[in-house]
Each structure stands twice: as C-alpha cells, then as structure tokens.
C-alpha cells in the first residue's frame, strides 16, 4: 500500500476544519448576527427559524420597576446566563428579587414589512415567578412576585410581543424581573431562570412548536396509564395475579408523575401546590410500590425491616400530600433522595443474586435497574450539585415499567407453557384413560377374552376386509356341556375357573389372527379369517378333543368336561347376525344329539363332523 505524504494528510485536516468553523460560524450568524453596537441583529430568515435567547443577559439583584424601561443604563450590570441557576443562597439582601435585560436589534426591513405583528417570546421554567417586560411595558408573567407571592416555577408560557415595545430605532429591550422565592426555598433549590426554552420568534410557530415538544410526554403518560389500568383490569378478574395488582399501581403512580412533569397538567383547573402534591406523592410512594412489586415479581418474602423501610416511604408520601404549602417539598426533597440510596443498593444485591441462582426474571429487572440508577443518579445531581443536565427520572421509569413488562410477560408466557405441557400430559393420560375404558368396554371381566361387543366390532372389521380381498371366514360357537348342572354341583367358583381354563385353552390353540370372545354364560364365539368350512371344522375338532381329554384339577379335585361346537361360514350377502344364527342351530342339534359334538351349519342343511 502506498504511503499517503504527511504535507497531503496536513493539509485536508486543515481544510476539514476550515470548513466545520465556517459551518458554526454561518450558523451563528444566522442565529443572531451582532451590529456595530455589539446588538444581536434579527432578521427575517433568523425570525421564521426562531431565534434562541439562551446566554448571557444583564444581569442586576434588587427591584425597581424602572429597570423595565428602555432607557436604564444596563451597561455597569453584571452577566449571568439564561438558563442559569442563583448562586447559593440567592439574593438574600434584596429581598430574592432581581432583574434580567437582554438588547436586540431588529432588521429594519422586518418593522417596513410589518413582519413583527406576531413577534413572541417563549420563556422556560424560572424560580419562583416572574414578569416579561417588553420596551418597558408589561406583556406577561408566571406566578406572582412579592407581595402577593405565588410560587409557580415550571410553567412554560409564549408570550405576545406589541409592536409598540419595538423603539424607533428598531431595538427591542426585554426585561425580566424575577423573585427567587421565600429564603428556606432558595436556599433548597436556589433561584433564577433554571431551564427550558428561551426563544424569540413567531407567537403562532412558537405555540405550535410547544405544543409539539409536550406531544411525546402525552403519549407517554396515556401509554403508562393504559398499562396500569390493564393490569389492575386483569387482577380484578383473578385476585391471585397480585403480581399485576403492583405492577398495575406502579404503572398508575408513574403515569401520573409523568403528567405532572408535563405542560399538559395546567390544562386541569388545579392549583400549583396541589399539582406538585401530586407529583411529589408519587414519587415519594414510588420505593414502597417498587419494593412490593420486585420481591413479588421474583418471588421472594419480604422482612419485618424491609417492611418498615417500606412503610416509610408511604408515610413520607402522605405527609408530603397532606401538609399544607410547599416548604414541606424543598425540605424534604433532597432527604427523600438519599432515602432512597439504600433501597436501589438492596434491590441491586438481590436481583443480582437472583441471577446467580438462576432467577428466570432477575437479568430483565437487573438491567432495568441499571438505567433506573443511571438516570437516578442524574437527576440527584441536578438537585444537589445543580448540574446542567436534563432530568432522565422518566426514562428510567420506563426503564423499569419496561424491564418489569418484559419479565412478567416471560413468566406468562413460561407459566403457558407449563400449562401447555401439563395440558397435553393430562390430554395424553385423558387418552390413554379413554383407551383402557373403550378396551375395557370389549373386554370379558372374568375370561379376558373380547366380549359380545367387542367381537361383534371385530367381526364388522372382518367382513369390510373381506369385501376388499374377497377371502371369506368362518365362525365357530362353541358351549360347555352340562354347565349348569356343573356349576349347581361344584359351585359357582369352580365354574368361574373352568370359562377361565376354557378360555385360556381356546387362546393357545389359534392363531394370533382369531378372535375368540365369551358370547354369553357358557358360551365362546371363534372368528377365523380368511378361513373355508373344512378348515374351520378341523379346528374345531381338535379343539374338541383338547377340552375332552383335559383334565380340570379345583380344590383336590380332578374334573372333566366337554364342549360342542356349531360352525358356519360367513357368506356375501347375509348379516353376521345371520352367520351367527346357522352357527347357533348347528351347535343346537349338536347339543340334541349327544353334546361333545362339532357340527356344521349351512344353507343345504346341516353335516355332522364328529
């Protein structure tokens, strides 16, 4: 590979950041342009863009309602950033009162055209209250500054710039006379401009663009809500699901902290204090319903210390709620914070040991619980060390609701699973079940032999095979002789254990493909497939012979019998009931004509075989 010249690599490194400082520097300018005068110079592409009115303003503590006049000398005031926070401690000496001037210079084209009819300003969120003074004239405020004093300090507002506050000389002063609050709340979370958006531009596109931002926080506070409403739906229908009962609260406790974070809450005709009531009850009751809802969701008991820990956070929660003003909020706030350091600590040393011992939910929360802290810890810093960040307290919510989501719904779908499993197991031990009853309905109790259904299925199955092959088969019924006088001389057991020998006789002498059942009483049916007359009466003479010439032994007692048999070939056209009925005559003049006989039924008449 050829080796590139350093003079080369030197000198498109130059370039590449020739071209980024142009890039910052044109977008600087068509931020705000400064004059001659040192004014940032507005124009008409920089209005319709909007112009940000974040940096350094005049900057001056104390009160004096002449400071709003375009006149005032403001060249001896201190700087201080917009967005900024006081320093600590705030103004004390002037009562937490002081003001903000920022100078700006319009394009003259812009008052020619009349394109500052709608010319507005977007304000942030400013500790405690303030009023917006445009060319010395008032145009709006938040809040209400001493001595009426009413503390609203996170509310967003666009206000309508007159034309009239626009001087001749096309230079627009905007004063901003702000009260930091009573002392014990500056010296909590200290005064000023603290965040948000600071802009200039049109009323209609800054309204809009407001309204736009405050959009995704809507969504997902109606989301969070849904969730939580869904669940507790589900836990009302089964009380024992207390795993959604919690989650479905949790979900309900953020879903309202989100909306009190959002805009949208000035929309409900509630006042300031009550609204931050709210936020700040949910959130101090977050920990309890965390707690419940985690040691629930893994399974887990919760202690006699945990539980007052637990406790602690719902007393904090209604005390916060139901004390009156909002020191108790600014005096609490940092405490409740710290409060919570060694629940995140705990839940962490749990869930990580749930993981080691192989907790199917653990890894989900776990990694949940990460964001959540991440973004706790973020937020911990604004308030405590004001650091410049944007509050991350809804994301790791999220995060959590998320984490806690996805785990319930492993759960679910393990415990469907499970179920799934369990259902196909008893379906298959339901079947089996079904199969031994079915077997057992054709099936002889005492001989084990088929019983009348059971052949007679059988013999159904025969005669459609027999259509398809064409090959026929015979029946043989077959009695024990002179059973009842048998049974009424050695008794009903002995005669039970002969039908039994019978069977068993008649079983060891076919084939595997015969079928033999106990008819009735005495009473044995053969069916042979595929199986002539002759064929059939040869068995059955043997079998004759068999019975005849054994030797029955019960209680000390050698017994003999004979059997007679009536046979019948099935033939196309007839019924098995009709088959059966020539086997049944045969076996009658069997018995007619000696008994220990086989005879065969037929459509001529009948044959004696032996």
């Not at 009023?131 to 809040?143: D, M, N, P, R, S």
């Not at 926080?217 to 739906?233: D, E, N």
């Not at 009190?260 to 101090?284: C, V």
């Amino acid at each position: 590979m050829a080796q590139k010249h350093p003079i080369r690599l030197i000198s498109k490194a130059f370039l590449l950041a020739t071209g980024l400082f142009c890039l910052l520097l044109a977008g600087s300018l068509t931020q705000a342009a400064s004059t001659t005068d040192g004014l940032p110079f507005i124009t008409g592409e920089n209005l319709r863009e909007g112009i940000s009115l974040r940096g350094q303003w005049r900057f001056k503590p104390g009160d004096s309602i002449a400071w709003a006049t375009p006149a005032v000398d403001d060249s001896s005031w201190s700087s201080m950033a917009v967005p900024d926070r006081w320093p600590s401690g705030g103004f004390p000496e002037s009562g937490q009162m002081a003001w903000y001037r920022l100078s700006l210079r319009l394009d003259p084209e812009l008052v020619r055209e009349s394109q500052i009819s709608q010319l507005a300003v977007r304000i942030g969120k400013v500790l405690s209250a303030y009023e917006l003074y445009a060319g010395g004239k008032l145009v709006g405020g938040v809040g209400s500054l001493p001595p009426l004093s009413e503390v609203i300090y996170d509310q967003e507002r666009v206000f309508a710039i007159p034309t009239s506050a626009i001087s001749k000389d096309n230079v627009l002063i905007l004063a901003l006379r702000v009260w930091g609050g009573d002392e014990a709340l500056v010296k909590a979370w200290s005064g000023g401009p603290i965040s948000g958006v600071y802009m200039l531009g049109q009323y209609r596109e800054l309204v809009l663009e407001g309204m736009v931002s405050e959009v995704p926080g809507l969504l997902f506070c109606a989301l969070i809500l849904g969730f939580g409403c869904y669940y507790l739906y589900l836990y009302g229908r089964n009380r024992k699901l207390s795993t959604y009962l919690w989650f479905g609260l949790m979900a309900l406790n953020i879903g309202i902290y989100g909306l009190m974070l959002t805009q949208w809450k000035y929309l409900f005709d509630i006042s300031f204090i009550a609204m931050k009531k709210i936020e700040l009850g949910a959130i101090y009751i977050f920990p309890a319903l965390a707690i419940q809802m985690l040691w629930s969701l893994l399974r887990l008991p919760i202690g006699p210390l945990l539980r007052a820990y637990q406790v602690s956070f719902v007393l904090v929660s209604m005390i916060v709620v139901v004390v009156p003003g909002d020191i108790i909020h600014y005096q609490t706030l940092s405490w409740w914070q710290l409060w919570t350091l060694p629940a995140i600590a705990t839940a962490l040393w749990v869930m990580v040991g749930q993981v080691r011992v192989g907790n199917p939910e653990a890894k989900t929360v776990l990694l949940g619980a990460i964001i959540f802290l991440a973004t706790a810890i973020n937020d911990l810093l604004i308030d405590l060390v004001y650091l410049d960040s944007v509050r991350l307290a809804p994301l790791g919510f999220v995060a959590i609701l998320l984490a806690m989501a996805v785990s319930m719904a492993n759960r679910f779908t393990a415990m469907y699973s499970k179920l799934e499993s369990e259902v196909a197991e008893r379906t298959a031990d339901l079947s089996a079940a079904n199969r031994r009853l079915a077997e057992a309905a054709r099936v002889d109790h005492l001989t084990g032999l088929l019983n009348r259904r059971g052949f007679t299925e059988e013999a159904e199955t025969e005669i459609r095979r027999m259509f398809r092959s064409g090959k026929s088969f015979s029946l043989v019924l077959t009695d024990v002789d002179n059973f009842k006088s048998f049974n009424d001389r050695h008794g009903h057991v002995c005669g039970d254990h002969v039908l039994k020998r019978m069977a068993s006789i008649l079983e060891e002498r076919t084939r595997d493909v015969d079928r033999i059942a106990r008819w009735g009483g005495e009473e044995f049916i053969l069916l042979l497939p595929e199986t002539e007359t002759e064929g059939a009466a040869n068995l059955a003479e043997k079998l004759r012979e068999s019975i005849a010439e054994n030797v029955f032994e019960f209680d000390n007692q050698r017994l003999k019998i004979t059997m007679t048999f009536g046979i019948a070939s099935f033939r196309r056209g007839e019924s098995l009931d009709t088959c059966i009925a020539r086997a049944d005559t045969a076996l009658y003049h069997g018995k007619e004509g000696g008994r220990n006989k086989v005879m065969i039924g037929n459509y001529k008449g009948l044959s004696v075989v032996s």
